[in-house]
Structures are given as structure tokens and as C-alpha cells.
């Protein structure tokens, strides 16, 4: 066993995540794919990670395990003093309400409310909240406010999904392909919000990208291959969103 895992609490000290053999195998009846095959990695906190590689190598499941929507096999993931493995759903769940916010590929905006509203919805049952223009101001949406989701660009949607994920303070934000749906400009537009959020709020911030361009605004780089984490770059000077080009 590392020494990290023998001390009370078993966490390292700088770590805002830290994991040790992490495996997840899923079984269909009698199909078993194994997605993460023992990963060991550190993230400390105020760090953005871009994570790259083919479809099926990992990348998801990782970040739904990061997040407290699935479960792992076996290894341990503790989140500061919290050990992820050993919590049951309803463990799970308080965690990812306090501390974690998501970005997905689609936005997924309450149609009939207008941007202001769809933030409104988190900070209402959040327990130390922005508020909702406050939250927009960050992504630079402060003049949209009153728009409905139809009135706005998908970039500018996916914008209002950034605000209401962050609008609850979160120490980590996972984003899962949140340019994926988006022309170049437009996604250039998200990261820009992204590293904003990450540079005004110090948020643990981890991108699941295939768009390798990305992989310049990183603190680290993570190239997953068939469950593992084959490659692991750290830029010593991280590019600002604006010089990137795809
Ligand atoms: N709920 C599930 N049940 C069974 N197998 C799953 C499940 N979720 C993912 N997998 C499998 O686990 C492997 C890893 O999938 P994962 O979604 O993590 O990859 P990914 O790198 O995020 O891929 P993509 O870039 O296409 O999103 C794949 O083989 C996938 O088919």
C-alpha cells in the first residue's frame, strides 16, 4: 500500500482528487468491458486537465466516477478527505450536489425559462449561491439575462449552462465535450467562459475534449488508450483561449 493510503483518511494532503489502481468493469449479462483498467493520478486544486483519446477508452466513464454518478470497481478516489469508493447513493448524491457542477455536450435548458431562470433553478436549492446574474456576468451573458434558451446561439446556450453548473460555487466543474456540439468560434467563445470560471473562482476544473486544440489552454494533459492513461503532458505555459484555432 502507498503511505498515502495508511494515514488517517488515507488522502494525500495537496490533492483536491487523488487515485489510486482505479478500475471500473462493466457486466451486460455476460459481456464484461473493462473502461478504466487501474488509473493513479493527483489533481490539485485550481487545475485544468483536458482529457484526450479515442472513443470507448475512458474518458466518460472516469469523469462520471470523479463526479459521484457511478461507481467504481475497485481502487480508491477520494475527493480532499472523502473517500468516493466507499459512499453509498445517497453518499453520492450530497457529495455531487455540494461540490460538483457538470457541463454536458447539450445544454440541456429548460425551454420555456429564460436564461436568468434556468440559473434561478440551481441557486434556489443551492446552499451558498451567486446570484443567477451574477453567475451569467462570469460567462459574459450579463445582456441576455431575459432571453429564452430559442432566442440564444448554442455557444450562448451552452454559456447558461456554464453559469447555472458554477452558479452553486462547486470546487470542481467536469465538462464532457461542452464545445463538441459547437463551430470553432463559438466553442473558442465556451472555453474562454470556461478558463474564466476557472481564473475568478479557483474551480477544479477537467475537460473531456476530441478536439485536440484544447489541449494548449491545460494546466495537464491526459491521453487515455483502452482504459488507461498512456500519456500525461503538463504545459508550462497554458495558451489563452483566443490563440486557439481548429
Ligand atoms: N453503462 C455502460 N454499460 C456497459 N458498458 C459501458 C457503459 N458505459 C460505458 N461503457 C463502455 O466502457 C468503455 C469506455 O466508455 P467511455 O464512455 O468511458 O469512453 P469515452 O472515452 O468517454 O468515449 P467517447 O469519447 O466516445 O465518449 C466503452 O467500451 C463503452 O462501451
Given amino acids: ?6 494515514r488517517a483518511g488515507g488522502r494525500m494532503d495537496t490533492g483536491v482528487f487523488t487515485a489510486r489502481d ?7 449479462g455476460e459481456v464484461e468491458v473493462r473502461a478504466l483498467r487501474g488509473l493513479t493520478f493527483e489533481i ?3 487545475e485544468v486537465v483536458v482529457l484526450l483519446g479515442p472513443s470507448g477508452s475512458g474518458k466518460s466513464t472516469l469523469l462520471n466516477i470523479m463526479g459521484g454518478l457511478d461507481q467504481a470497481t475497485s481502487g480508491r478516489l477520494f475527493f480532499k478527505d472523502l473517500d468516493l469508493t466507499t459512499l453509498d447513493d445517497r453518499g453520492l448524491t450530497a457529495y455531487r450536489r455540494r461540490h460538483v457542477g457538470f457541463v454536458f455536450q447539450f445544454y440541456n435548458l429548460v425551454p420555456s425559462l429564460t436564461a436568468y431562470e434556468n440559473v434561478a433553478l440551481v441557486t434556489e436549492i443551492s446552499e451558498n449561491p451567486m446570484r443567477p446574474d451574477e453567475a451569467l456576468a462570469l460567462v459574459g451573458l450579463e445582456a441576455r439575462m431575459d432571453h429564452f434558451p430559442a432566442q440564444l446561439s448554442g ?3 451552452q ?5 447555472r453548473a458554477i452558479a452553486k460555487r462547486p470546487e470542481v466543474l467536469l465538462c464532457d465535450e461542452p464545445t463538441g456540439a459547437l463551430d470553432s468560434k463559438t466553442g473558442i467563445r465556451v472555453i474562454e467562459a470556461l478558463l474564466g470560471v476557472n481564473a475568478q473562482l479557483g474551480t477544479t476544473t477537467l475537460i473531456i475534449t476530441h478536439n485536440a486544440g484544447i489541449q494548449e489552454v491545460a494546466d495537464r494533459v491526459f491521453f487515455f488508450a483502452d482504459g488507461r492513461i498512456s500519456q500525461e503532458i503538463r504545459n508550462e505555459m497554458r495558451r489563452a483561449a483566443a490563440e486557439l484555432t481548429w
Fill in 1 to 6: 500500500m502507498p503511505q498515502a493510503d495508511t
Fill in 44 to 46: 490539485t486544486a485550481g
Fill in 159 to 163: 454559456r447558461v449552462a456554464i453559469a
Fill in 155 to 157: 455557444g450562448e446556450q
Fill in 22 to 28: 482505479l478500475t471500473k468493469v462493466y457486466r451486460t
